[in-house]
């Protein structure tokens, strides 16, 4: 099947002159103006492999054809020999910038023609395989990555499921954790700039923040399914979590990795607080990551609105006027802020998407 060449001329001899020229190499098609072209290309569309243009022609010009075909984006795919009978620096120059591929000028030299018509379609023939290729590659990678994402989703749920089935907690604690921390982190990132976060940060680290107790599978059941008020030793052991927790991801450490920056330093500081009176390490202010501190305020109220083996849960209401007031240690004014303008997008998450124990 030959391939489609269209050729646009007002004069008829030059029109023949071509069409003898490829006729026995390629299917000619003819139109004598720049109207009668637009519609010929808009009639067979991108069955056209080649378009010979006459740069000065009645009613349409080929320059206002080509302008036409760079509007719609078909220059990128079928390639414009312009014909001109004058050399022009600047036509040629404004020819080039409207897409076309090649310029030839009258009188018409055959075996020219012939090859340059040929190695054009070859050309764009080409091009447009690895055009082809490039995107089937890219769509690819997409589905890979969100099959990725999809199985690290899967694995950090589990690990978090691990931990909270230990100490008889809600298996979606961790579905949580990472719903409330990505929603203070984005609005920190609006509403605090200063910050430097990125939507990709936060997504980052609001996954990581599922990570947040994974050392509480080291503490000793007695402690974490404890009914009531621990001792003062047993909460000092419980306190390791956060440490222990770290060593844990220590050991699945895979080089530099922004991940596990962030679920370390959740892991680490989520029960930190902004006047230093947290721990492990009684970091004070911004010295705290903002990554923890978002994790430790997520926490903290997904702790209160849920029932626990040592207490019932409290309201929505009530836990987050505790938080504001300070009765669960000290946040940042900016926390509290982002907190508070997010309180009834968290709570309508909870409402529509969850279902808690003991509401």
Same mark, same amino acid.
């Given at each position: 099947?030959?391939?489609?060449?269209?050729?646009?001329?007002?004069?008829?001899?030059?029109?023949?002159?071509?069409?003898?020229?490829?006729?026995?190499?390629?299917?000619?098609?003819?139109?004598?103006?720049?109207?009668?072209?637009?519609?010929?290309?808009? @009639?067979?569309?991108?069955?056209?492999?080649?378009?010979?243009?006459?740069?000065?022609?009645?009613?349409?010009?080929?320059?206002?054809?080509?302008?036409?075909?760079?509007?719609?984006?078909?220059?990128?795919?079928?390639?414009?020999?312009?014909?001109?009978?004058?050399?022009?620096? $600047?036509?040629?120059?404004?020819?080039?910038?409207?897409?076309?591929?090649?310029?030839?000028?009258?009188?018409?030299?055959?075996?020219?023609?012939?090859?340059?018509?040929?190695?054009?379609?070859?050309?764009?023939y080409k091009r447009e395989?690895?055009?082809?290729?490039?995107?089937?590659?890219?769509?690819?990678?997409?589905?890979?990555?969100?099959?990725?994402?999809?199985?690290?989703?899967?694995?950090?749920?589990?690990?978090?499921?691990?931990?909270?089935?230990?100490?008889?907690?809600?298996?979606?604690?961790?579905?949580?954790?990472?719903?409330?921390?990505?929603?203070?982190?984005?609005?920190?990132?609006?509403?605090?700039?200063?910050?430097?976060?990125?939507?990709?940060?936060?997504?980052?680290?609001?996954?990581?923040?599922?990570?947040?107790?994974?050392?509480?599978?080291?503490?000793?059941?007695?402690?974490?399914?404890?009914?009531?008020?621990?001792? $003062?030793?047993?909460? @000092?052991?419980?306190?390791?979590?956060?440490?222990?927790?770290?060593?844990?991801? @220590?050991?699945?450490?895979?080089?530099?990795?922004?991940?596990?920056?962030?679920?370390?330093?959740?892991c680490r500081w989520h029960h930190e607080?902004?006047?230093?009176?947290?721990?492990?390490?009684?970091?004070?202010?911004?010295?705290?990551?903002?990554?923890?501190?978002?994790?430790?305020?997520?926490?903290?109220?997904?702790?209160?609105?849920?029932?626990?083996?040592?207490?019932?849960?409290?309201?929505?209401?009530?836990?987050?006027?505790?938080?504001?007031?300070?009765?669960?240690?000290?946040?940042?004014?900016?926390?509290?802020?982002?907190?508070?303008?997010?309180?009834?997008?968290?709570?309508?998450?909870?409402?529509?998407?969850?279902?808690?124990?003991?509401?």
């Amino acid at each position: 099947m030959k391939e489609k060449v269209l050729i646009v001329d007002d004069v008829e001899v030059n029109r023949e002159i071509l069409k003898d020229i490829l006729e026995d190499r390629f299917e000619t098609i003819e139109a004598a103006d720049g109207a009668e072209a637009i519609e010929k290309i808009k @009639e067979y569309s991108r069955g056209l492999s080649l378009v010979f243009l006459d740069r000065i022609m009645p009613v349409k010009s080929g320059t206002e054809v080509l302008k036409y075909m760079n509007l719609q984006g078909l220059t990128d795919k079928i390639p414009v020999i312009m014909i001109t009978g004058d050399e022009s620096a $600047e036509d040629d120059v404004r020819t080039y910038d409207l897409g076309a591929a090649d310029i030839i000028y009258k009188p018409f030299e055959p075996d020219v023609i012939r090859k340059r018509a040929e190695n054009l379609i070859e050309l764009f023939y080409k091009r447009e395989k690895i055009e082809e290729e490039l995107a089937n590659r890219t769509r690819a990678l997409a589905e890979s990555r969100r099959q990725a994402v999809k199985t690290t989703e899967f694995l950090l749920n589990a690990l978090g499921t691990i931990v909270e089935f230990r100490s008889a907690e809600s298996s979606e604690h961790p579905q949580r954790i990472i719903a409330f921390t990505k929603i203070l982190l984005d609005h920190i990132r609006v509403d605090y700039p200063e910050y430097n976060l990125t939507r990709g940060q936060v997504e980052t680290a609001a996954q990581a923040a599922a990570l947040h107790d994974i050392g509480k599978i080291a503490i000793a059941d007695s402690i974490l399914k404890k009914p009531g008020k621990l001792t $003062e030793e047993e909460f @000092e052991e419980m306190k390791k979590h956060t440490e222990i927790g770290c060593e844990i991801l @220590e050991k699945f450490k895979m080089g530099e990795n922004e991940f596990y920056q962030y679920a370390y330093d959740i892991c680490r500081w989520h029960h930190e607080k902004y006047d230093g009176g947290g721990y492990p390490d009684g970091l004070k202010g911004d010295d705290i990551p903002i990554w923890a501190q978002a994790a430790g305020v997520a926490d903290c109220f997904d702790a209160l609105v849920s029932k626990r083996v040592y207490k019932e849960a409290y309201s929505q209401e009530d836990a987050f006027n505790m938080i504001m007031d300070g009765e669960c240690g000290v946040f940042s004014e900016k926390m509290l802020d982002c907190f508070s303008r997010s309180y009834r997008e968290i709570t309508d998450l909870i409402n529509n998407k969850y279902k808690y124990e003991g509401e």
